[in-house]
């Protein structure tokens, strides 16, 4: 029998995911200590329900690796047997236990674990914890846009990191329980969402509800998305952007099942994403697969386009 439930809240940066995490911990999910969370910032008004220890081993943990949060390559391979990553590997066995110990349920979000759970599946399994995952994605249109704005991100390399991170997370992922939440339809009905997520994920939703319900109301409002994309921007990204994106489409609604069609496109676009990466860690001295060349091409193409708002 399982110790606890952990519930891990995948997703790409400005994604939602601090949104869909305070909706978590409101059904009762804790997040950690409570001096642990992070607070509000003037890209994120409602908090970024984050656990800063989290937070601050996974930075700590690329940089060893030289790897920065907006990053489009991938991590360097065999990097989770490497003795750089074994002193991490105690220590977020420490942190787990001083944080969650003592709840039968907890979550954590933090964009960079879409690189680094398979650091978080290797140390869970030796903690008798139930992982599981809920995956939230948006636009990639609007994210770029996002990122801009914030970070001022080139809005073609935004697009990269978006995809990097999504198709990691998902080959992460890989043989876990996961649920797809589309932010759009979370903003749209958070309810209805959130009760989907609650059921799927075995959270008991609570009888005393009207903390939830009011609490959500009063934040979540469409207001908080600044950046709203059309059909034509989509069209414009790369094929491999936009088929990601149907993918997690197709993920996010009801009714859903992940057969072996869904799960060879998802093999199919992380085996060009990879050869894409080699392709300029080989100094161009040989050229990739066909099929991955001409992903590169289309992908080439995009650094020339601008993703406008």
């Known amino acids: 029998m399982h110790k606890s439930k952990a519930i891990c809240i995948l997703g790409m940066h400005r994604s939602g995911t601090s949104s869909v995490a305070r909706g978590v911990n409101l059904l009762g999910v804790s997040l950690g200590k409570k001096s ?8 994120n008004p409602t908090g970024f ?9 996974e930075t700590r943990l690329l940089t060893r690796l030289g790897i920065t949060w907006d990053t489009t390559k991938p991590l360097p391979k065999n990097w989770l047997q490497s003795e750089a990553v074994r002193p991490f590997n105690d220590e977020l ?11 039968l349920s907890w979550a954590w979000k933090h964009p960079q674990t879409c690189l680094l759970l398979p650091l978080w599946r290797e140390v869970l399994e030796k903690s008798n914890a139930k992982l599981s995952c809920l995956f939230v994605f948006r636009n ?11 970070d001022f991100i080139p809005l073609d390399k935004a697009i990269g990191i978006w995809f990097h991170y999504n198709i990691v997370a998902l080959e992460n992922a890989a ?15 958070w309810e209805t969402e959130l ?3 609650s059921a799927s994920l075995d959270i008991e939703w609570p009888r005393e509800e009207e903390q939830l319900l009011e609490t959500m109301s009063s934040f979540l409002k469409p207001s908080l998305r600044h950046h709203v994309s ?42 060009e994403f990879y050869a894409y990466a080699s392709f300029f860690e080989s100094g161009f001295n040989l050229p990739p697969p066909s099929r ?12 020339h386009k601008r993703v406008q708002e």
């Open 195 to 197: 009760r989907r997520c």
């Open 36 to 43: 642990q969370l992070g607070g509000a910032g003037e890209d």
């Open 175 to 189: 043989g876990l329980p996961i649920v797809f939440l589309n932010y759009d339809r979370f903003l749209a009905d």
């Open 292 to 303: 991955s060349a001409r992903f590169f091409q289309r992908w080439r193409k995009s650094f």
């Open 140 to 150: 990639p249109s609007e994210v770029a846009s996002s990122l801009f704005k914030r």
């Open 230 to 271: 059309t059909p034509d921007k989509l069209q414009e990204l790369p094929l491999p952007v936009r088929e990601l994106f149907h993918v997690l489409l197709e993920a996010g609604t009801e009714p859903f099942t992940r057969d072996s069609r869904w799960g060879k496109t998802i093999q199919r676009l992380s085996r």
């Open 49 to 57: 329900w984050e656990n800063q220890e989290i937070s601050n081993l």
């Open 93 to 103: 066995s420490e942190l787990i236990s001083s944080n969650f110990d003592s709840h």
